[in-house]
């Protein structure tokens, strides 16, 4: 919302009348906290770690007044141990709010009139992300009006060793039960009112880590919590260039961390090139802030240094978007300077693009693009944020790739980028695969207590639990217990089981954030349901959201108007089947369903499924459902356990790469006959639009998706005397494929329109080649690639499984030429 300038001009004079506060004497409780914030900020200089300070407050010129005085506090430290020239002080606010736009003028001149070295760039909150990657001395986050977990996460990473983190927030007392902006956007129809979970959750947290971290409640004007204390002291970092190396020597010098040495290192494995049909595959991957991109962008310039020797060394730098790739790139350029060669940088927006030099050309190219382009090496900074499915396309057109993936940030999501991606890579014995970790912080000691709590509040460490031989034994006799899991309960008596959940989630294949957890916590419509073993571990969870009960209004609207929010399954049934009575049926959406990676497929997620459809029920529901990124081992896992396809997206999902598609398991009678009709539009939507819409859908998903879905007819269409004289010209004949492709596609159609009542007659290779070919309508040269084989042996492909349609449902064979006749047609 912008500000009117009558609005800007009142809270410029608002803040101006409220500056003389700081002239005055100040709260207790400030000066206190000044006190132990001059010994915390010097343990926190000498052990390479961060100050945290929370300013609870309902008054916003004494949160204003507050935070300016510990900035000022901050600045006269570091101004004592003369240890920096200038100051960078980052301050994120909510220009929705006057309020916070008070805070925020009031800091300001506070700062300009007393703050001789600090320096603040002003951002609005909602602009956080653009900050990844980049350092600040300082940071003011105003968490008064609102708390995101993602920003959360996304700012405190961007404070170095010996900074200073500042959050401002309301009242202590009734701080946890506010209505703030995160929690109205969590409300559904049907449910008015969220849960007051996270935040106290968020409250709890800051009082267990006491370590330099101080809680001030300026209304009571008291320290709630905190304890300047003397960390041992930051290690002399020691960086030892490796004594044999095939970069030069220089590059090794940019490492500011021995793992960085030793990631740069593993690069040099990349110089030789692969063996004709084989690929290399480099992965780093590290937490937040160990400088794994700034490694690949120093070992890019080493490789380029090395292989443009003998010929032009072509190099393609991809992320998901150009932002993200700075660190890299001026890291490179760093690197290319120390090596003395003279490489420009291609700028775009401000923004390094790429290099141009003597042998070397290097560019950012977008992620889509890059399975087309040619180049020696491919370089993908923040792999976790790409979609699988595309990593997979870069793998595979490419001999060589170093990618430098997140393991535990802001995102949550490096594990899933291992599991999904690299599960496949670690099975695929044309590539060879080197993996490295780096665990060493580079902009604080690893033992800053603010990461400690960073990483505990928000779970980015979350794991599953460590299952012993009786919890296997457990599993291997069916001995689990169903556990219906209230959020209220996990975030306090059963943190334990929380953290195994969100843990099992962080492994499997979702895209966990931070702001998920307080989805979690908050969203009043969402519950965790889990299977856990006699010991109490949990083994396989599951996210649930109450879907339906809509009124007949809200319904009727559905038809024609945008989504509401939640009820993912009414909406997409109202406004694709068009009926809107289905809205006033009321379910369960399976938002998210793991199992935990050490004991998947033993039948444990089919047995919380088991378990969620009896509650369901019981409590009266009217269907179980869900909706997921489609590939062809989930279809088969939804369909095993008796649900239903009925919608799937036009487009690819951003982030993911997939199409999504819903399915439905009916429960009352009227949820079973409308389940029922919406699959098998569903079949016939898909087959229809698989020459166009999901044209470039892979055919594995398209062949398991028909063949999990009920037949559209149990008959054989006639054919006409000339049509199967054609058929058998193309099967026996002289005629090719392009010259009969109507009466072959006529064919094919039948066989998936009956599918899967002719299982077995083809096989899974046949199956696959009919659909790319004659379904989807590609070029030979394509679908030969699609499905890894030769172009004779897809043409191969095509005809024996034409010949086994044709023999069963017309009888031709080589030899029934003259029983088809040559009379009238």
Same mark, same amino acid.
């Given at each position: 919302?912008?500000?009117?300038?009558?609005? @800007?001009?009142?809270?410029?004079?608002?803040?101006?009348?409220?500056?003389?506060?700081?002239?005055?004497?100040?709260?207790?409780?400030?000066?206190?906290?000044? @006190?132990?914030?001059?010994?915390?900020?010097?343990?926190?200089?000498?052990?390479?770690?961060?100050?945290?300070?929370?300013?609870?407050?309902?008054?916003?010129?004494?949160?204003?007044?507050?935070?300016?005085?510990?900035?000022?506090?901050? &600045?006269?430290?570091?101004?004592?141990?003369?240890?920096?020239?200038?100051?960078?002080?980052?301050?994120?606010?909510?220009?929705?709010?006057?309020?916070?736009?008070?805070?925020?003028?009031?800091?300001?001149?506070?700062?300009? &009139?007393?703050?001789?070295?600090?320096?603040?760039?002003?951002?609005?909150?909602?602009?956080?992300?653009?900050?990844?990657?980049?350092?600040?001395?300082?940071?003011?986050?105003?968490?008064?009006?609102?708390?995101?977990?993602?920003?959360? =996460?996304?700012?405190?990473?961007?404070?170095?060793?010996?900074?200073?983190?500042?959050?401002?927030?309301?009242?202590?007392?009734? *701080?946890?039960?506010?209505?703030?902006?995160?929690?109205?956007?969590?409300?559904?129809? #049907?449910?008015?009112?969220?849960?007051?979970?996270?935040?106290? %959750?968020?409250?709890?947290?800051?009082?267990?880590?006491?370590?330099?971290?101080?809680?001030?409640?300026?209304?009571?004007?008291?320290?709630?919590?905190?304890?300047?204390?003397?960390?041992?002291?930051?290690?002399?970092?020691?960086?030892?260039?490796?004594?044999?190396?095939?970069?030069?020597?220089?590059?090794?010098?940019?490492?500011?961390?021995?793992?960085?040495?030793?990631?740069?290192?593993?690069?040099?494995?990349?110089?030789?090139?692969?063996?004709?049909?084989?690929?290399?595959?480099? $992965?780093?991957?590290?937490?937040?802030?160990?400088?794994?991109?700034?490694?690949?962008?120093?070992?890019?310039?080493?490789?380029?240094?090395?292989?443009?020797?003998?010929?032009?060394?072509?190099?393609?730098?991809?992320?998901?978007?150009?932002?993200?790739?700075?660190?890299?790139?001026?890291?490179?350029?760093?690197?290319?300077?120390?090596?003395?060669?003279?490489?420009?940088?291609?700028?775009?927006?401000?923004?390094?693009? =790429?290099?141009?030099?003597?042998?070397?050309?290097?560019?950012?190219?977008?992620?889509?693009?890059?399975?087309?382009?040619?180049?020696?090496?491919?370089?993908?900074?923040?792999?976790?944020?790409?979609?699988?499915?595309?990593?997979?396309?870069?793998?595979?057109?490419?001999?060589?790739?170093?990618?430098?993936?997140?393991?535990?940030?802001?995102?949550?999501?490096?594990?899933?980028?291992?599991?999904?991606?690299? =599960?496949?890579?670690?099975?695929?014995?044309?590539?060879?695969?080197?993996?490295?970790?780096?665990?060493?912080?580079?902009?604080?000691?690893?033992?800053?207590?603010?990461?400690?709590?960073?990483?505990?509040?928000?779970?980015?460490?979350?794991?599953?639990?460590?299952?012993?031989?009786?919890?296997?034994?457990?599993?291997? &006799?069916?001995?689990?217990?169903?556990?219906?899991?209230?959020?209220?309960?996990?975030?306090?008596?059963?943190?334990?089981?929380?953290?195994?959940?969100?843990?099992?989630?962080?492994?499997?294949?979702?895209?966990?954030?931070?702001?998920?957890?307080?989805?979690?916590?908050?969203?009043?419509?969402?519950?965790?349901?889990?299977?856990?073993?006699?010991? #109490?571990? $949990?083994?396989?969870?599951?996210?649930?959201?109450?879907?339906?009960?809509?009124?007949?209004?809200?319904?009727?609207?559905?038809?024609?108007?945008?989504?509401?929010?939640?009820?993912?399954?009414?909406?997409?049934?109202?406004?694709?089947?068009?009926?809107?009575?289905?809205?006033?049926?009321?379910? %369960?959406?399976?938002?998210?369903?793991?199992?935990?990676?050490?004991?998947?497929?033993?039948?444990?997620?089919?047995?919380?499924?088991?378990?969620?459809?009896?509650?369901?029920?019981?409590?009266?529901?009217? *269907?179980?459902?869900?909706?997921?990124?489609?590939?062809?081992?989930?279809?088969?896992?939804?369909?095993?356990?008796?649900?239903?396809?009925?919608?799937?997206?036009?487009?690819?999902?951003?982030?993911?790469?997939?199409?999504?598609?819903?399915?439905?398991?009916?429960?009352?009678?009227?949820?079973?006959?409308?389940?029922?009709?919406?699959?098998?539009?569903?079949?016939?939507?898909?087959?229809?639009?698989?020459?166009?819409?999901?044209?470039?859908?892979?055919?594995?998903?398209?062949?398991?998706?028909?063949?999990?879905?009920?037949?559209?007819?149990?008959?054989?269409?006639?054919?006409?005397?000339?049509?199967?004289?054609?058929?058998?010209?193309?099967?026996? #004949?002289?005629?090719?494929?392009?010259?009969?492709?109507?009466?072959?596609?006529?064919?094919?159609?039948?066989? %998936?329109?009956?599918?899967?009542?002719?299982?077995?007659?083809?096989?899974?290779?046949?199956?696959?080649?009919?659909?790319?070919?004659?379904?989807?309508?590609?070029?030979?040269?394509?679908?030969?690639?699609?499905?890894?084989?030769?172009?004779?042996?897809?043409?191969?492909? $095509?005809?024996?499984?034409?010949?086994?349609?044709?023999?069963?449902?017309?009888?031709?064979?080589?030899?029934?030429?003259?029983?088809? #006749?040559?009379?009238?047609?």
């Amino acid at each position: 919302m912008r500000r009117s300038p009558e609005e @800007r001009e009142r809270v410029k004079r608002q803040a101006e009348e409220a500056s003389y506060e700081l002239g005055k004497e100040l709260p207790e409780s400030v000066l206190r906290l000044r @006190r132990l914030l001059r010994r915390a900020i010097k343990y926190a200089v000498a052990s390479n770690t961060r100050v945290m300070v929370v300013l609870s407050g309902s008054d916003p010129v004494k949160v204003g007044v507050a935070t300016a005085s510990a900035l000022i506090t901050y &600045e006269q430290v570091m101004r004592s141990l003369k240890l920096r020239p200038q100051l960078r002080v980052l301050y994120a606010f909510n220009q929705d709010y006057e309020d916070s736009q008070l805070r925020k003028e009031l800091v300001k001149r506070s700062v300009k &009139e007393r703050g001789n070295l600090l320096k603040l760039t002003i951002i609005k909150s909602e602009d956080s992300r653009r900050y990844l990657g980049t350092t600040f001395q300082g940071l003011v986050l105003d968490l008064v009006n609102d708390l995101r977990p993602n920003r959360v =996460g996304i700012l405190v990473g961007v404070v170095e060793g010996g900074g200073i983190i500042i959050f401002q927030a309301p009242s202590w007392s009734s *701080w946890d039960q506010q209505l703030t902006d995160f929690r109205k956007n969590l409300l559904v129809p #049907g449910h008015d009112q969220p849960r007051y979970v996270f935040i106290g %959750w968020f409250k709890r947290k800051l009082l267990e880590h006491q370590e330099n971290i101080f809680v001030v409640d300026l209304d009571n004007d008291s320290i709630v919590s905190g304890q300047p204390t003397k960390l041992p002291a930051a290690a002399e970092r020691k960086v030892t260039p490796p004594e044999e190396a095939e970069f030069p020597r220089e590059l090794y010098s940019l490492a500011l961390t021995q793992d960085q040495v030793n990631a740069i290192k593993q690069a040099e494995w990349l110089i030789e090139s692969p063996k004709r049909g084989r690929r290399k595959l480099l $992965v780093i991957t590290a937490d937040r802030g160990r400088g794994k991109s700034c490694a690949a962008g120093i070992a890019m310039a080493g490789l380029a240094k090395v292989l443009s020797r003998e010929r032009t060394f072509r190099a393609v730098v991809t992320s998901p978007d150009l932002e993200n790739t700075q660190s890299l790139m001026q890291l490179a350029e760093s690197a290319f300077k120390a090596e003395g060669l003279d490489v420009e940088p291609i700028v775009d927006r401000g923004l390094i693009a =790429g290099f141009r030099g003597k042998g070397i050309r290097i560019k950012y190219v977008s992620p889509d693009d890059v399975p087309e382009v040619d180049a020696d090496l491919v370089i993908i900074d923040e792999a976790s944020g790409l979609p699988v499915p595309l990593l997979h396309k870069i793998w595979r057109s490419h001999s060589r790739v170093l990618v430098a993936s997140t393991i535990h940030g802001y995102e949550g999501a490096g594990r899933g980028f291992s599991v999904r991606f690299l =599960g496949e890579v670690r099975q695929d014995p044309d590539t060879d695969l080197r993996e490295f970790e780096m665990s060493e912080p580079i902009r604080y000691s690893a033992n800053d207590p603010v990461e400690r709590w960073l990483f505990d509040v928000l779970l980015l460490d979350a794991e599953p639990a460590d299952l012993d031989d009786a919890d296997l034994r457990d599993i291997r &006799e069916g001995r689990l217990q169903y556990l219906a899991l209230e959020p209220e309960e996990l975030f306090s008596k059963r943190e334990d089981l929380l953290r195994q959940a969100f843990g099992i989630y962080v492994q499997a294949h979702y895209r966990n954030e931070p702001d998920d957890l307080a989805l979690i916590a908050d969203a009043p419509h969402y519950s965790i349901r889990a299977m856990a073993t006699s010991s #109490g571990k $949990v083994v396989s969870a599951a996210l649930l959201a109450e879907e339906g009960g809509l009124d007949e209004e809200l319904s009727n609207t559905l038809l024609n108007q945008d989504k509401t929010k939640g009820n993912i399954i009414p909406d997409r049934v109202i406004k694709h089947l068009r009926v809107p009575p289905f809205g006033r049926l009321r379910g %369960w959406r399976i938002v998210r369903i793991a199992t935990h990676p050490k004991v998947q497929d033993k039948g444990i997620g089919s047995a919380l499924l088991r378990g969620i459809y009896e509650e369901a029920v019981k409590r009266g529901y009217d *269907w179980v459902g869900s909706g997921f990124g489609v590939n062809e081992k989930l279809v088969r896992f939804w369909a095993r356990n008796g649900f239903q396809l009925i919608h799937i997206s036009p487009d690819r999902n951003p982030v993911s790469g997939e199409f999504t598609v819903l399915v439905l398991k009916p429960i009352s009678e009227q949820a079973s006959r409308l389940t029922a009709a919406a699959n098998r539009e569903f079949k016939y939507k898909l087959l229809n639009s698989l020459q166009d819409t999901y044209r470039g859908m892979e055919p594995d998903i398209a062949v398991a998706m028909l063949n999990a879905t009920a037949p559209l007819r149990d008959d054989v269409p006639p054919m006409n005397k000339l049509r199967l004289q054609r058929l058998w010209a193309y099967l026996y #004949g002289t005629m090719t494929y392009e010259t009969s492709n109507d009466v072959i596609r006529d064919v094919v159609m039948t066989y %998936w329109e009956r599918a899967p009542l002719d299982r077995g007659l083809l096989s899974r290779e046949e199956e696959l080649a009919i659909t790319v070919k004659v379904m989807q309508g590609r070029p030979w040269p394509e679908a030969s690639r699609e499905l890894g084989v030769g172009f004779e042996d897809a043409l191969s492909l $095509v005809k024996t499984a034409i010949r086994k349609l044709a023999a069963k449902y017309y009888g031709i064979g080589e030899g029934s030429l003259q029983a088809l #006749g040559f009379d009238d047609f």
